[in-house]
Each structure stands twice: as structure tokens, then as C-alpha cells.
């Protein structure tokens, strides 16, 4: 059974950074795609960032330059740097076996989530 946990989020203003974090067990990360994925009430969840097995990663174009995503052998981790309010959102860590998914649907394991707002 894989379980994941966020942590990190929190409350900032406009310009601030926050560092998430997604702890994994029962597995290691190096054998899986991992990825963070963004849902604000009422709009449809989407991917943010996404990091191979390879470490190869991929970003939303929205994100590109203000974020990083990148792990360890235990742990996925999303600096978010420059903050804007249209950032505000629940933030999910997900992992899949092996191939990146296709669409953030086919990832198997999920965290609870954890509440990002930024103010501005």
C-alpha cells in the first residue's frame, strides 16, 4: 500500500515562496513518475509539475521559471517561488509506476492534499 503526505502550504502574500513537500512510503522514487497537480474550487484539477524516473521533469507554462519540482529518494518536492494569487489552490502529490501518465487520471497513488493562498 503506497501512502503519500503533503506538507508545506500555507498563506503568503503576492511575491512569496512557499516549499512543498510529498512524503512517500512503502516504495522508493526513483521508479516512479511523480507529479504535483493544482484544483481550485470549482475548476478542473490540472497537472503543475512532473518528474520522471530519469529526472527529466515538465511544468505547466503558467509556472515555468517561478517553480521547481524535484525529490529524493523518499520525497517529491515543489519550490514555488514569486507567488501570484492565481496560484491559489489545493496542491495533490501523485505517483505512477514506471511511463508518465497521459492524463493526471491514470496516476494511482494521491496525497490528502494541502491548501495554498496567496493574497495579494
Known amino acids: 500500500q503506497v501512502q503519500l503526505v503533503e506538507s508545506g502550504g500555507g498563506s503568503v502574500q503576492a511575491g512569496g515562496s512557499l516549499r512543498l513537500s510529498c512524503a512517500a512510503s512503502?516504495?522508493?522514487?526513483?521508479?516512479?513518475?511523480m507529479g504535483w497537480f493544482s484544483q481550485a474550487p470549482g475548476k478542473e484539477r490540472e497537472g503543475v509539475a512532473v518528474?520522471?524516473?530519469?529526472?527529466s521533469t515538465s511544468y505547466r507554462y503558467s509556472v515555468k521559471g517561478r517553480f521547481t519540482v524535484s525529490k529524493d529518494n523518499r520525497n517529491l518536492y515543489l519550490q514555488m517561488n514569486s507567488l501570484k494569487p492565481e496560484d491559489t489552490a489545493t496542491y495533490y502529490c501523485a505517483a505512477a509506476y514506471g511511463v508518465c501518465p497521459r492524463s493526471w487520471r491514470e496516476y494511482t497513488a494521491w496525497g490528502q492534499g494541502t491548501q495554498v493562498t496567496v493574497s495579494s
Open positions: 518528474i520522471a524516473s530519469d529526472d
Open positions: 512503502g516504495y522508493t522514487t526513483s521508479n516512479y513518475c
